[in-house]
Nanobody
């Protein structure tokens, strides 16, 4: 089970930190990812991290502004979002996908087995 927390309303240029604690799975065996979905649009990849945290990947739209991290001792993945823009407004979802190698990382949402309830992020201009 996954549940994303930490969304809210923020002005452009501000920051938010999302967290997603996981339960019911062996957290260290999973790639963790963040996706987002704006109204009327598809759910898009934002960031992903491998099981150990040594490998990360970001969409071009958030690279340099967002940072994904994980704490395997707390079974939690985080998304630090800085320099937020109105176009970052969306519902943000965390997801877990089974890892098969130590460097596995996924951008395709079909690779993810478990999804959390989303959290709304709204950035005002």
């Amino acid at each position: 089970q996954l549940q994303a927390y930490g969304g809210g309303l923020v002005q452009a240029g501000g920051s938010l930190r999302l967290s997603c604690p996981a339960s019911g799975l062996t957290f260290g065996n999973y790639v963790m990812g963040w996706f987002r979905q704006a109204p009327g649009k598809e759910r898009d990849f934002v960031a992903a991290i491998n099981w150990s945290g040594s490998n990360t990947f970001y969409s071009d739209s958030v690279k340099g502004r967002f940072t994904i991290s994980r704490d395997n001792a707390k079974n939690t993945v985080y998304l630090q979002m800085n320099s937020l823009k109105p176009e970052d407004t969306a519902v943000y979802y965390c997801a877990a996908g089974r890892a098969y190698t130590s460097m596995d990382i996924y951008t395709d949402r079909r690779k993810y087995d478990y999804w959390g309830q989303g959290t709304q992020v709204t950035v005002s201009s």
